[in-house]
T-cell receptor
Framework: KQEVTQIPAALSVPEGENLVLNCSFTDSAIYNLQWFRQDPGKGLTSLLLIQSSQREQTSGRLNASLDKSSGRSTLYIAASQPGDSATYLCAVYGGAQKLVFGQGTRLTINP | EAQVTQNPRYLITVTGKKLTVTCSQNMNHEYMSWYRQDPGLGLRQIYYSMNVEVTDKGDVPEGYKVSRKEKRNFPLILESPSPNQTSLYFC?????????????FGEGSRLTVL
């Protein structure tokens, strides 16, 4: 059974810092991995989708990497801003119509 | 604007009173799914649909029903709600699940069952 873990559960950093969020998964037989952002009381917004054949994806200040063999993905946020404060979730798709989510990392960027 | 729309966004009801949470997407997506989000448990899939008239159970289907009569709509039905169904519910859609496509979520429906 696929399990997805995100550590740490919460992270607080000063504005302007570069930071890395981690996601690990137990079964490397995945089709893709997706990173989401969730603001309090809101839905999930897709940030980046990495196919299993890809090593990384970039969107603006965000860069996500994928190492299938080690069961790890990282989300790199450059030059963090207070508006980046949110919960970040990763989810892996391994087929069978099922997306398995991590518990998320709650990120706070302090001005 | 491409979006997934859920209604109602907030609902307080009582045990046993049937309710329906609607979900509609305007992206012509084939795949639609319902999730519930609970503290400490994360997001869990309730039901999904790969196309019109094709639905299947996710991880936590007990107490829920769905239907997919039209491509754009995927309502979630609670025939006899109970307090343990108090949760934040999300509908999501994707162009296709085969090969893996980006998943788009609605804003969520917060349900309280008294």
């Amino acid at each position: 059974k696929q399990e997805v873990t995100q550590i740490p559960a919460a992270l607080s950093v000063p504005e302007g810092e570069n930071l890395v969020l981690n996601c690990s998964f137990t079964d490397s037989a995945i089709y893709n991995l997706q990173w989401f952002r969730q603001d309090p009381g809101k839905g999930l917004t897709s940030l980046l989708l990495i196919q299993s054949s890809q090593r990384e994806q970039t969107s603006g200040r965000l860069n996500a990497s994928l190492d299938k063999s080690s069961g790890r993905s990282t989300l790199y946020i450059a030059a963090s801003q207070p508006g980046d404060s949110a919960t970040y979730l990763c989810a892996v798709y391994g087929g069978a119509q099922k997306l398995v989510f991590g518990q998320g990392t709650r990120l706070t960027i302090n001005p | 604007e491409a979006q997934v729309t859920q209604n109602p966004r907030y609902l307080i009801t009582v045990t046993g009173k049937k309710l329906t949470v609607t979900c509609s997407q305007n992206m012509n997506h084939e795949y639609m799914s319902w999730y519930r989000q609970d503290p400490g448990l994360g997001l869990r899939q309730i039901y999904y649909s790969m196309n019109v008239e094709v639905t299947d159970k996710g991880d936590v289907p007990e107490g829920y029903k769905v239907s997919r009569k039209e491509k754009r709509n995927f309502p979630l039905i609670l025939e006899s709600p109970s307090p343990n169904q108090t949760s934040l519910y999300f509908c999501a859609s994707s162009l296709s699940r085969s090969g893996g496509r980006e998943l788009f979520f609605g804003e969520g429906s917060r349900l309280t069952v008294l």
